[in-house]
């Protein structure tokens, strides 16, 4: 539904009859640290009315997260714009019927980082005289600054995003007179932080491009372009792709694709554009096929990519155990899931490699770079590729000298192109905004690292991997479901829920405490196992669910701590190889070695799914969040 009113902005009086074109403009890179933004920008330019394909682009984006939405389109009689808060499929039923049937134009799903969410501040932004119009991705630093010196020129603004003053900076490099590319070059020269830009002009038949630091690529038809902030957006387009570097600039029309340079005062244009790439994602990859979220259909999905990864992550991994063996210090950076994943690796290096690590928070890593060099390694978790926090973290590392190792889901993303080896994850796109198959992912790869440190045999090191691969079968089985749905239920009151586990069932509790919070609305805290008689017993009432995660080994103290929580009141539900004595309620799983905590997670990945579905909130899009975090 639609929760704001639909604007229009109508041509302006002195609009030309001439088509607009507009431009699309990527900067890339990024000053500082950094986090990403979640919004998706997607644009078209070719032969087709550009509206129904811009909203079947944003749609494909919808599962980045957003809060608001809107397009423009050039039209004869100048910019048609529309914007709205709610749902892209709300939108395109109120835009559809109305839209004109322009050949160029630029889409956006906004996730705020600057202004609240209304429709104001929705993108697209134009310019004072209505001429040009931009959608934009990221942070721009210094936008207070700009917005002074531009309202002191007699620019007026329409909403409080960072974003608006790409559009006026624009225009007055044209009031100064410039041309739309020169401008549009400009913008390099005086924004601070990230962006990826489009920009269409209602008498340029062609979209402007520019990326630094936020991602985005160009999907390439015959004959028409559709600039986007991911590949999925376009795939059952087109699968050929350029991917933008950072900085750079791109003119797309129906005539061809141009990139822009400076020279001297002017604006060229160059053919020496890159040769679209084919991709070689199925679109089914990205579809939901029977299932009614992508959560769940990535949930299931995890023996088949944990397979995958057992066969081909070896090889993979070859050439950098000597490179994690001959380093001084060993660093695992990550944000998010993908911190929880540092934090195993963390464990799991002690345990297996014998090897100290350090595992930090990619936002935090700026505290402790100064101890790094160039005999140090910084292995770089992101499930996108694109994560600010952790892009900033890797760019940190590179000025010591330290050499970083990406592991991450898209290979050809700013961490992996950024990084001097990339390990993949070898688990498909993953459309949820929760992370589940990339953590088990992940998990595996470190647990890969570790064993093969540890070993000269590092096939031996899959051995603990094909158990948990064994587990998940009967874990994601239609009967194991059913029981965790049932254990669900029993959640559905509760106002708050305690998870605990010792060592690296401790992150498995950070980690399963995450997905209940992000995609079922509880509020869930993970506790050590061993940390609740420090303070924690103080918080449990009547009926506090407490979640226990250990294996054989942890039993027994974990049997001795539940007892204590169980005598305050709390209702015990424990996820292990048995039963505790204080049990309430029991996920049975097994002991897959060191693996365990690939196997543990996997029951409370669907019990925050189901529990999202009991309450109706929908589980692939949790409030307020966004699936790669591309702003700072
Ligand atoms: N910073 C911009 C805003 O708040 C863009 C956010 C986004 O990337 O969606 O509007």
Redesign the pocket.
């Known amino acids: 539904m639609l929760s704001g009113p639909i604007t229009e902005m109508g041509p302006p009086a002195n609009a030309s009859a001439s088509y607009l074109r507009t431009s699309l403009i990527r900067t890339g890179g990024g000053a500082a640290g950094t986090n990403d933004?979640m919004?998706g920008i997607a644009g078209y330019v070719g032969g087709r009315p550009a509206a129904p394909l811009i909203l079947e682009c944003l749609k494909r984006l919808e599962y980045r997260g957003y809060d608001s939405c809107g397009l423009a389109v050039q039209t004869s009689g100048g910019l048609f714009l529309r914007k709205a808060v709610g749902s892209i499929d709300g939108f395109r039923e109120q835009v559809l019927g109305l839209a004109p049937a322009g050949t160029v134009g630029i889409g956006h799903t906004?996730?705020?980082?600057?202004?609240v969410v209304d429709v104001r501040?929705a993108?697209p932004h134009v310019s004072c005289d209505g001429a040009i119009a931009i959608v934009?991705?990221?942070?721009i630093e210094n936008a207070d600054r700009l917005r002074t010196e531009l309202a002191g020129q007699g620019h007026r603004f329409a909403s409080d995003?960072?974003?608006e003053v790409v559009a006026h900076l624009i225009e007055e490099g044209m009031r100064q007179g410039q041309s739309f590319d020169r401008a549009f070059l400009a913008l390099q020269e005086r924004l601070l932080g990230t962006y990826a830009i489009l920009a269409v002009h209602r008498d340029h038949d062609c979209i402007l491009a520019t990326r630094k630091g936020s991602p985005l690529v160009i999907g390439v038809g015959n004959g028409e372009y559709f600039p986007a902030s991911d590949i999925p957006s376009f795939l059952p387009l087109t699968p050929r792709v350029v991917y933008l570097g950072e900085d750079e600039c791109y003119s797309l029309s129906a005539g061809g694709m141009d990139r822009l340079a400076v020279q001297g005062d002017l604006a060229v244009r160059r053919h020496d554009v890159p040769t679209p790439e084919a991709v070689s994602l199925s679109v089914e990859s990205i579809s939901k096929g029977n299932f009614e979220h992508f959560m769940i259909k990535e949930i299931l999905e995890q023996t088949g990519t944990l397979e995958r990864l057992i066969r081909e992550a070896p090889a993979a991994i070859h050439d950098v155990v000597p490179l994690l063996k001959n380093s001084k210090d060993i660093v695992f950076v990550g944000a998010g899931t993908s911190y929880h994943a540092a934090l195993f690796g963390q464990y799991l290096f002690a345990a297996v490699a014998r090897r100290h690590v350090d595992a930090y928070v990619s936002s935090d890593f700026e505290h402790h770079v100064d101890l790094l060099g160039p005999d140090s390694v910084v292995v770089a978790l992101s499930q996108s590729g694109e994560t600010a926090d952790t892009l900033e973290a890797v760019h940190l590392a590179q000025d010591r000298g330290a050499p970083t190792i990406a592991v991450t889901n898209v290979e050809l993303s700013s961490i992996a192109r950024l990084s001097q080896h990339v390990i993949p994850l070898f688990s498909g796109p993953e459309l949820a905004v929760a992370a589940t198959k990339s953590y088990t992912a992940q998990l595996a790869i470190l647990a890969l690292f570790g064993e093969s440190l540890a070993s000269d045999l590092p096939a031996d090191g899959t051995r603990p991997l094909w158990e948990a691969r064994d587990r998940l079968f009967n874990l994601t089985s239609e009967a194991a479901r059913r029981h965790t749905r049932e254990v669900g239920r029993e959640l559905l009151g509760a106002q708050q829920a305690f998870l605990t586990g010792r060592g690296r069932h401790y992150v498995t509790a950070l980690e399963a405490a995450l997905k209940l919070k992000e995609v079922s609305g509880l509020r869930a805290e993970a506790l050590h196992g061993g940390e609740m008689k420090h303070g924690t017993l103080a918080l449990v009432e009547n009926g506090t669910p407490a979640i226990h995660f250990y294996d054989q080994q942890d039993f027994r103290r974990t049997e001795i701590a539940a007892a204590e929580l169980k005598s305050r009141g709390a209702r015990i539900i424990s996820v292990g190889p048995q039963p505790l004595a204080s049990s309430d309620q029991h996920i049975r799983v097994e002991d897959a070695g060191i693996a365990t905590p690939i196997v543990q997670v996997i029951p409370m990945q669907i019990l925050s799914y189901e529990l999202a579905k009991l309450k109706s909130m929908d589980p692939d899009r949790p409030r307020n969040l966004a699936k790669s975090v591309t702003?700072p």
Do not use: F, I, K, L
């Open positions: 933004t919004c906004r996730w705020a980082t600057h202004g501040n993108h934009h991705n990221g942070v995003t960072d974003s702003v």
